[in-house]
């Protein structure tokens, strides 16, 4: 069979009937069935974040042992950060907070009896709750939902989840951070105070200030012994000074410089401290929220007119389809 113009208009014409009313039929069928009491409609709901770039407070506001840290705490974060942040979402910590919270196995009404009601459980959240990064670097939270207000209150819920679990990771981490930082100074402090109790004994015992000391006695030294005998007493006294500068002095020497040193690393080391400190007690917010999520007033799910539509479209092109192949077996038959 030749397919013309001619020939299709003259198809539909000897064929209107069932190309007409099927589809209207079906149409009809879908609209009868598309309605709620077969098809439960969805509202959703949305919240958009944007990541932050800012991890350690104290990097970004207090002043570095080098000068002052780089981070802006303003700047919204990168194609990195917004992955982070994907991965945060689809969190099972995040999950298993969500679904206890809003007690989802009832609310989707899982039989808790239901053979494999946890993988039914996690299939409906994943079909109802979508996250998704847009080309603005944000992150979007989706909620569908039978209730507007619950699909709304969810995805205000695990918005601050975000915060809450970002919040503990990291807050985790400058624990772990602070303790370490600690040890070490006051490690450093109580061998400081060691070194300072070091050298208080060797001050009583007469070196306070070697190199001062030892000059000044050298030149009282050589003064009196070119007084001679008048100045016997004064000479054994000068000798024991030094005899004391000799046999103190270097350790005196090594234990101040060493001292000094050490004075150096705690003001680093103290800083490092009062950081950390400031990271575990402190922490920003993980995201920019742009807007909170509200009850939707319409449904999104079904699309009822597209729907429809779709039904009508598909029974027509299969009205045509079984049309064409019963005229062409008629045609085969025909020519028997």
Do not use: C
């Amino acid at each position: 069979m030749e397919y013309t113009s001619a020939n299709l208009i003259a198809f539909i014409y000897k064929n209107w009937k069932p190309l007409a009313i099927i589809p209207f039929l079906a149409m009809v069928v879908a609209v009868a069935f598309s309605g709620p009491r077969f098809i439960k409609p969805l509202f959703e709901s949305q919240v958009i974040l944007f990541p932050s770039t800012t991890n350690s407070v104290s990097k970004a506001i207090l002043p570095q042992t080098n000068g002052y840290g780089d981070e802006d705490i303003l700047e919204f974060g990168d194609e990195q950060q917004a992955e982070q942040l994907l991965q945060i979402l689809n969190s099972g910590e995040i999950r298993d907070s969500t679904i206890a919270k809003f007690d989802l196995m009832n609310h989707y009404e899982i039989d808790e009896d239901t053979k494999y009601k946890r993988t039914k459980l996690f299939k409906e959240y994943a079909g109802k709750i979508e996250f998704k990064r847009t080309q603005f670097m944000s992150v979007e939270i989706n909620v569908k939902d039978t209730d507007p207000q619950v699909a709304a209150d969810i995805a205000n819920y695990i918005a601050y989840l975000v915060d809450k679990v970002k919040r503990r990771v990291q807050q985790d981490r400058a624990k772990m951070g602070l303790e370490i930082v600690k040890n070490e100074y006051l490690g450093l402090k109580s061998e400081i105070q060691t070194m300072e109790d070091q050298i208080t004994e060797l001050r009583y015992k007469g070196v306070h200030d070697y190199e001062s000391q030892s000059a000044v006695f050298n030149e009282q030294y050589a003064i009196a012994l070119a007084q001679g005998g008048s100045s016997r007493g004064q000479i054994k006294e000068l000798e024991r000074r030094l005899d004391t500068l000799a046999k103190y002095g270097g350790r005196y020497v090594a234990l101040r410089d060493e001292l000094q040193l050490l004075k150096e690393e705690e003001v680093k080391l103290k800083t490092k401290f009062d950081q950390a400190k400031v990271d575990v007690n402190q922490m920003l917010p993980a995201t920019f929220k742009v807007d909170e999520a509200f009850a939707a007033e319409r449904k999104s799910y079904p699309k009822r007119s597209i729907l429809i539509l779709a039904v009508g479209f598909v029974t027509f092109l299969f009205v045509v389809f079984v049309l064409l192949v019963r005229g062409t077996l008629a045609e085969l038959k025909a020519k028997q």
